[in-house]
């Protein structure tokens, strides 16, 4: 079956752009040369299967993905997305940085001021935009 016609991949790639938008595409689109079947699977499985059960909503699971990303202190690239995704299902920069500022408590200070670092630069990122149309 093809991903256009797999319903998994349908709804993954639905929840993905409701998400993060763009974002979520590019890393797709990154692995289309190198990993293919990777990049399905990671809209099946993530996104098709678990994003989209009705046990939790959008703003709950990615406080949990930002929170599970600083912890790991070595995914900042992921981190940034979800960041970014977290913005856009409704966290607020402030709950955010309360999330990290938790997980020094359970994963160290040094994952903590990573995880701050990048949420500073997601949220510069973000201001960016409207600081230039202001200009």
């Given at each position: 079956?093809?991903?256009?016609?797999?319903?998994?991949?349908?709804?993954?790639?639905?929840?993905?752009?409701?998400?993060?938008?763009?974002?979520?595409?590019?890393?797709?689109?990154?692995?289309?040369?190198?990993?293919?079947?990777?990049?399905?699977?990671?809209?099946?499985?993530?996104?098709?299967d678990?994003?989209?059960?009705?046990?939790?909503?959008?703003?709950?699971?990615?406080?949990?993905?930002?929170?599970?990303?600083?912890?790991?202190?070595?995914?900042?690239?992921?981190?940034?997305?979800?960041?970014?995704?977290?913005?856009?299902?409704?966290?607020?920069?402030?709950?955010?940085?309360?999330?990290?500022?938790?997980?020094?408590v359970?994963?160290?200070?040094p994952?903590?001021?990573?995880?701050?670092?990048?949420?500073?630069?997601?949220?510069?990122?973000?201001?960016?935009?409207?600081?230039?149309?202001?200009?």
């Open positions: 079956m093809s991903p256009e016609t797999n319903p998994r991949y349908l709804q993954g790639l639905a929840k993905l752009r409701e998400i993060d938008g763009q974002a979520g595409e590019h890393v797709i689109a990154s692995l289309a040369d190198i990993a293919p079947d990777f990049a399905r699977y990671l809209i099946e499985f993530p996104f098709g678990i994003y989209s059960r009705p046990g939790l909503d959008l703003r709950s699971r990615e406080i949990a993905v930002v929170a599970a990303l600083t912890a790991l202190g070595n995914a900042a690239p992921q981190l940034k997305v979800h960041l970014q995704a977290a913005l856009n299902v409704g966290v607020t920069r402030e709950e955010i940085v309360e999330v990290i500022m938790q997980m020094a359970y994963a160290g200070f994952a903590a001021l990573n995880g701050l670092a990048a949420a500073r630069e997601v949220f510069a990122a973000s201001d960016a935009p409207a600081e230039t149309a202001a200009a």
